[in-house]
């Protein structure tokens, strides 16, 4: 996925929000990218994101970005 090419840039948390059938979904996990997918998403509009943790405990899914 893309968001494999951002590891660098955080692993400690991988998200995806997207369009579905008009409902913002949100997919996320602390792991690393390489690690974590949301499986095949069809959508016209997807946003992926890694996250270094600098605050908060970096093992809780609920500190894994994208916030909503």
Same mark, same amino acid.
């Given at each position: +996925?893309?968001?494999?090419?951002?590891? %660098? *840039?955080?692993?400690?948390?991988? &998200?995806?929000?997207?369009?579905?059938?008009?409902?913002?979904?949100?997919?996320?996990?602390?792991?690393?990218? +390489?690690?974590?997918?949301?499986?095949? %998403? *069809?959508?016209?509009?997807?946003? &992926?994101?890694?996250?270094?943790?600098?605050?908060?405990?970096?093992?809780?899914?609920?500190?894994?970005?994208?916030?909503?």
């Amino acid at each position: +996925s893309l968001a494999c090419f951002s590891i %660098v *840039r955080g692993e400690d948390a991988t &998200g995806y929000a997207f369009v579905k059938n008009q409902e913002l979904l949100v997919k996320k996990k602390a792991t690393v990218a +390489s690690n974590f997918g949301p499986g095949r %998403v *069809r959508s016209n509009i997807i946003l &992926g994101h890694t996250r270094l943790a600098t605050y908060g405990d970096p093992t809780l899914d609920k500190n894994a970005h994208p916030f909503i």
